[in-house]
């Protein structure tokens, strides 16, 4: 994808590189104890790259990742003081900001695309879009994954709000 202009780029430090790996470790444990997986499995990939994307965001933002809250299955990622105050962050390797079915009903008022570049790593905040645009059913698409396919409410990068925006 062609880096928008007001695409912002991130790179965590050591210490965060390690609070990252920590808490996914717990949220790993906590979902698998729990039976929850997601589309991809139980991979520990899946919660590094997540919670990576959370603290890359609040870092950006000036505020503190919600990194408590260890189930799988959606929830405020990050409080702001903007014009969206509850976040849901999502980390990806790809350009596309992806919402998940059965995570709609989570209590955000958006949600935000964060990509991570192949190592070493670099975090962009992509862009944003509002909870009940993103998951109308015209945004709503079939993807494959493994041979498998899924759906989400899916939106590509370039076609999402600058996250200048959100500190409006």
């Known amino acids: 994808m062609t880096r928008r202009p007001y695409m912002v780029e991130v790179i965590l430090d050591d210490d965060e590189l390690a609070l990252?790996?920590?808490?996914?470790?717990?949220?790993?444990?906590?979902?698998?104890?729990?039976?929850?997986?997601?589309?991809?499995?139980?991979?520990?990939?899946?919660?590094?790259?997540?919670?990576?994307?959370?603290?890359?965001f609040a870092r950006w933002a000036g505020v503190e990742p919600n990194l408590i809250d260890l189930q799988w299955a959606g929830s405020v990622d990050c409080v702001m003081d903007g014009i969206a105050r509850r976040l849901d962050v999502k980390a990806s390797?790809?350009?596309?900001?992806?919402?998940?079915?059965q995570k709609v009903g989570a209590p955000v008022d958006a949600y935000v695309l964060v990509?991570?570049?192949?190592?070493?790593?670099?975090?962009?905040?992509?862009?944003?879009?509002?909870?009940?645009?993103?998951?109308?059913?015209?945004?709503?698409?079939?993807?494959?994954?493994?041979?498998?396919?899924?759906e989400s409410f899916a939106k590509h990068g370039q076609n999402l709000r600058s996250p200048e925006e959100l500190k409006a």
Do not use: C
């Not at 997540?50 to 603290?55: H, M, T």
């Not at 390797?93 to 079915?101: D, H, I, S, Y």
């Open 93 to 101: 390797r790809g350009w596309v900001l992806k919402v998940e079915p």
């Open 20 to 56: 990252a790996d920590e808490v996914a470790r717990i949220r790993f444990d906590s979902n698998r104890a729990a039976g929850a997986t997601n589309r991809r499995g139980s991979g520990y990939d899946s919660e590094i790259l997540g919670v990576q994307g959370e603290i890359a």
């Open 115 to 150: 990509h991570r570049s192949k190592p070493p790593y670099t975090f962009t905040i992509v862009g944003w879009e509002w909870a009940d645009i993103m998951t109308l059913p015209d945004n709503l698409m079939v993807f494959e994954y493994q041979g498998r396919e899924y």
